[in-house]
C-alpha cells in the first residue's frame, strides 16, 4: 500500500480507472478465481451485464455465477519509445486474448434466454493506462516515491495525456513462465537507463505480457540497486 501517494483528485481518476477494468471488464472473472478485493461484499451483489435479444441490446443483472466469466486481454505494438517508429498519440490493439472461465458465452446467453452475450466494453487507452498505473506501483515499491527524475507515465495514468502508446506496449515474446496460482498479475523490474516494469496477466493462462516504460530513476538510487544486485 502506497500511503498518501496521491492526493484526493488524482486519487479519484485512478480509482474510476481501476472501477472501469477490474469492476467493470473483469468483475465475474476475478470472482470466479477468487482473486483478491478489498471490497468482498460487492462480488455477492448483482451486476449489469449486456445481451442481446431477438436485435435488441438489453441489460440484465446477475450474480457473478451466471455472468460470462470471460477475460480479454489487448495486444498492442511495442512502446513507441523502446521500438523508435513513429507516433502520434493514443494505442493500437492489435489482437486480443481471451480466456472463457467455465460456461462457454452461448451457455450463458441461453441462460438468460439470449441470442448472445455483450463483451464487456472497456477502452484499449483505458486498459493501458492501467497496466502503466501498476507498473508505476511496482516501481515506486521498489525504489521511491523521490527516485525518480522523470515519470514518464503519470501523465497519461491521470488522463492528462494522450500518450500511452509512447510507454506501454507488449513486447516480442513471452518470458514468464506459466504458473499454476490464483494471482492476476506476475512482474519484474528491468534494469535500462528507462526503468522498465514487465507485467503478465493471468499467469496460469498464460495471458498477455506488457512492457511499460516507467521514467528515469535518478543516478543515486540506480547505483544503490545496482550494488546490491536488487535490480531485476
Given at each position: ?83 523508435g517508429r513513429p507516433y502520434a498519440s493514443g494505442i493500437e490493439c492489435t489482437s486480443m486474448d481471451i480466456f472463457e472461465l467455465g460456461e462457454r458465452g452461448e451457455e450463458i446467453a441461453k441462460r438468460h434466454q439470449a441470442d ?117
Amino acid at each position: 500500500m502506497l500511503l498518501e501517494a496521491s492526493c484526493d483528485r488524482h486519487a479519484k481518476v485512478t480509482s474510476a480507472l481501476e472501477k472501469r477494468i477490474l469492476k467493470d471488464m473483469l468483475f465475474a472473472a476475478r470472482a470466479a478465481l477468487d482473486t483478491r478485493t478489498r471490497h468482498p461484499k460487492e462480488r455477492t451483489k448483482p451486476h449489469s451485464m449486456l445481451v442481446e435479444r431477438a436485435g435488441q441490446i438489453e441489460k440484465v443483472d446477475a450474480v457473478w455465477q451466471d455472468h460470462w466469466k470471460v477475460i480479454q486481454l489487448p495486444i498492442f505494438p511495442l512502446p513507441a519509445s523502446i521500438d523508435g517508429r513513429p507516433y502520434a498519440s493514443g494505442i493500437e490493439c492489435t489482437s486480443m486474448d481471451i480466456f472463457e472461465l467455465g460456461e462457454r458465452g452461448e451457455e450463458i446467453a441461453k441462460r438468460h434466454q439470449a441470442d448472445r452475450v455483450i463483451p464487456p466494453k472497456y477502452r484499449a487507452e483505458d486498459f493501458a493506462r492501467f497496466i502503466a498505473k501498476m507498473a508505476y506501483g511496482y516501481a515506486i515499491e521498489r525504489y521511491d516515491l523521490n527516485a525518480f527524475e522523470t515519470v514518464y507515465v503519470l501523465p497519461t495514468i491521470l488522463g492528462e495525456s494522450d500518450d500511452v502508446g509512447r510507454w506501454v506496449g507488449c513486447p516480442d515474446r513471452r518470458e514468464f513462465p506459466v504458473r499454476q496460482c490464483n494471482i492476476s498479475v506476475g512482474f519484474k523490474i528491468v534494469p535500462r537507463d528507462d526503468l522498465v516494469v514487465r507485467i503478465k496477466m493471468f499467469p496460469q493462462f498464460d495471458g498477455a505480457e506488457y512492457v511499460a516504460v516507467v521514467g528515469r530513476v535518478k543516478t543515486v538510487y540506480r547505483d544503490y540497486f545496482d550494488a546490491r544486485g536488487e535490480q531485476g
